[in-house]
């Protein structure tokens, strides 16, 4: 049976979708001329509530109250996005549908005799024609019109593309940042950025995932061997973390920083070395897709990525491969958002710093694709100092910044090349092809050597330097076995350690095909061993801690230690403290 399409009942419909076309623009209109453009920041009751606290000097009640009005705040605004963002899809849609039907009625229209002589006859379907090309015309002001509208009123609060805000010295992002410290100022001109801290000062510290250099290794002996984490005994505190994540404590003189996200939020958190007290947190505000708008395997979560300072700034950055510059009184320096990477895990490479620039590398998708990148970031600003595009696919690898002679250089891992790049303009120095399938291990560099290792590709020491394609004359010694799937190599003066599935595997670092013992230590271990004088520290996920001492004949077991919760992360060591991650607290070991 045909059916019969009637020019009534499509001219009707093209008369119904034109106004749902108006009235939905109308709305989408209404909506944002009433709302304001900064109606995060210039809320009366906003306003009033900083200058009450900027009057009492840290009132907790106030502070209570900025935080419930400042969650109150982002919630409307982004159920205003997510309200903007359909009303668009339905304009355009009754738009499309008001469109297609003009022009059909146009061509069903009943083609009607003319009694009138043909000089005095009126061209009905020239008419229709015009009539149909005024009604386009119109329809496509209407949405030019209002698309105009939203985006000249659209908040710029949160940067939807790859740009940069910045905000030197200073937060405007206080609606996210629910940071206890005075309220950030507004500044026509920048606050000049203090000196940086020398690089022996820079040594001193913990400022970067494994240490200064790294290498995981201490540059103090005076660490504690004895502690309980269910008893008390030997923790001098422990404090919750807000939220979750797999990265590792960075720490600096008396601050020490994590950052943690779950699928609805991301922060970056300020401690007190000495107490253990919070001293703020900064909520960082998605750049990009939101975290609940994509997805991340539950073995890196949202916050794996270990933090970095300077000693100025200390930089965080997400799975999200959201990245935030902020200073030491947890205000926001810049944020800029470099697009969800496309691999399995999320982002989860750590950061390292240099000179005043952060060194960021995202590598992401298969070699052919062109996306793996190595960046430096201006601190201060946040625009790119160097980049470099990696013709490798993806890696959870963390770059390293170390002194070979008198030139800098950042070594990287990607299958299948270690690359070590310039950390002043990012030139290609040399490269390695030793690694294979995925790679998570970060590189180690010692007295000109650099050690790489990963399931797949076995564990290689380089003799770093050259140019070019080094593989047939830097190699120094190889081996096939006994290599970690995330756990970082451990070189000390006589030894090379990886930490493969919990066992632990001592090789001679002059080389050799086994290894000169094994140690299993029967658990499930992710963080990388650390090295204090000749003793290794091991943490384990299960809340066990091994202290043991390598020799040439076997591993000696120092001491056996009880954390209190399993432990994901590696620690990190000062004068007398060792600073460490839990499930669920951030954790002091050291004297009362």
């Not at 009033?48 to 009132?59: P, R, S």
């Not at 625009?383 to 070594?411: A, T």
Request: proline fraction near 7%; charged fraction near 20%.
């Amino acid at each position: 049976m045909k059916v019969t399409v009637r020019y009534p009942a499509v001219l009707a419909t093209a008369l119904v979708a034109g106004v749902f076309v108006l009235i939905a623009g109308l709305l989408l209109i209404i909506d944002f001329v009433s709302r304001g453009q900064l109606e995060l920041f210039d809320s009366p009751q906003y306003v009033a509530l900083k200058q009450q606290l900027a009057e009492d000097g840290g009132n907790a009640q106030v502070i209570e109250q900025i935080r419930t009005l400042d969650l109150r705040l982002r919630e409307a605004y982004f159920q205003r996005r997510q309200f903007t963002r359909f009303g668009i899809y339905l304009l355009v849609g009754g738009i499309a549908v008001a469109l297609i039907c003009v022009r059909w009625a146009a061509s069903l229209r009943p083609k009607l005799p003319h009694p009138h002589p043909a000089d005095e006859a009126i061209d009905l379907e020239s008419v229709q024609q015009r009539w149909g090309r005024w009604a386009v015309a119109a329809l496509g002001v209407c949405l030019v019109v209002t698309l105009s509208i939203i985006y000249l009123r659209t908040p710029r609060i949160l940067t939807a593309d790859l740009g940069t805000e910045i905000q030197p010295g200073v937060s405007k992002a206080s609606f996210a940042g629910t940071s206890a410290s005075a309220e950030p100022s507004r500044m026509d001109k920048p606050i000049p950025a203090p000196a940086l801290p020398s690089h022996a000062e820079y040594l001193k510290q913990w400022p970067r995932f494994r240490g200064p250099t790294g290498s995981a290794v201490a540059a103090t002996t005076d660490v504690p061997e004895k502690w309980d984490g269910e008893t008390g005994d030997g923790i001098l505190w422990k404090t919750p973390v807000p939220l979750p994540g797999f990265n590792s404590p960075v720490v600096w003189e008396k601050r020490v920083f994590l950052s943690g996200a779950t699928d609805k939020k991301q922060a970056v958190f300020c401690f007190d070395a000495e107490t253990g007290k919070q001293l703020w947190q900064y909520g960082v505000p998605p750049i990009g897709p939101r975290p609940d708008e994509f997805e991340v395997n539950e073995e890196t979560g949202y916050a794996a990525s270990t933090m970095a300072t300077d000693g100025v700034r200390v930089y965080a950055i997400f799975a999200s491969c959201d990245l935030v510059a902020l200073d030491f009184q947890g205000k926001c320096v810049w944020r800029k958002g470099l697009g969800v990477p496309k691999n399995p895990y999320g982002h989860a490479s750590s950061l390292a710093t240099y000179n005043g620039n952060v060194i960021v590398q995202v590598d992401q998708g298969t070699a052919k694709d062109d996306l793996s990148k190595l960046m430096a970031l201006n601190g201060v600003t946040g625009e790119p100092v160097w980049e470099v595009v990696r013709k490798v696919p993806s890696s959870w690898s963390s770059p390293i910044v170390v002194q070979h002679g008198d030139q800098w250089m950042v070594v990287t891992c990607a299958n299948p090349w270690v690359i070590a790049y310039s950390a002043d303009d990012g030139k290609e120095l040399w490269r390695v092809k030793c690694l294979d399938a995925d790679v998570g291990p970060s590189p180690t560099y010692a007295d000109g050597q650099v050690v790489v290792a990963n399931e797949s590709g076995g564990i290689t020491v380089i003799r770093a330097g050259g140019t070019g394609d080094v593989t047939e004359t830097n190699v120094v010694w190889k081996s096939d076995i006994d290599a970690p799937d995330i756990c970082s190599p451990l070189v000390t003066e006589k030894f090379v350690l990886l930490l493969p599935y919990g066992v632990l595997a001592c090789f001679d670092r002059k080389g050799g095909e086994d290894p000169l013992w094994e140690e299993d230590l029967e658990a499930e271990i992710t963080s990388s061993p650390s090295l204090v004088g000749n003793r290794v520290y091991v943490f384990s996920t299960e809340g066990k801690a091994w202290i043991l001492e390598p020799t040439a004949d076997a591993c000696k077991r120092v001491a056996e230690c009880n954390m209190g919760e399993p432990c994901y992360t590696s620690p990190a060591f000062r004068p007398g403290r060792i600073y460490i991650r839990g499930k669920d607290n951030l954790i002091c070991i050291g004297g009362k």
